[in-house]
């Protein structure tokens, strides 16, 4: 079981060492220490203690899908200019529309198609998203 305290201990610096601890979160960070106690008390000839707090971590980071090597799969990082001409069609906004004209053009929409007002959640969503892509698109130039 000393072993596994070295692991443990080996992989917390790791994560110190390359930034990755700093954008855990404060569950993360916990998970980790409690793995890093049962790993010591495991060390120490109690395992008892020690292998359920290690399980525990494992379990969570298991469940919170933080195993190492799982990412979130990467935005594209190009959008198609013919979503740019939709988007720009259904908001009803010129090619060379700066933000707050796309951020007035999405409002006026939205409140007459918001499913509050008798329009249906496809359509406001479909707004909502051609509104997102075309301030991305407008930060992105």
């Keep these: 079981m000393g072993w596994l305290a070295l692991l443990l201990a080996g992989l917390a610096g790791w994560l110190i060492w390359t930034g990755r601890l700093q954008r855990m979160s404060a569950k993360d960070g916990m998970a980790l220490g409690v793995a890093l106690v049962g790993a010591v008390l495991a060390a120490k000839g109690k395992p008892v203690i020690g292998a359920p707090l290690l399980i525990s971590a ?66 406001a969503a479909q707004i909502n998203a051609a509104r997102d892509l075309l301030l991305r698109h407008q930060a992105d130039k």
């Excluded at 919170?64 to 259904?90: E, F, M, N, T, Y």
């Excluded at 906004?93 to 007002?117: F, G, M, N, Q, Y």
């Design 58 to 123: 494992a379990l969570f980071f298991a469940r919170h899908g933080k195993i190492l090597g799982q990412r979130k799969p990467a935005a594209p990082k190009s959008v198609p200019p013919q979503d740019i001409i939709q988007a720009r069609a259904l908001l009803g906004v010129a090619p060379d529309a700066d933000a707050e004209t796309i951020r007035a053009a999405h409002r006026r929409l939205i409140a007459s198609v918001h499913p509050d007002k008798g329009g249906t959640e496809a359509l």
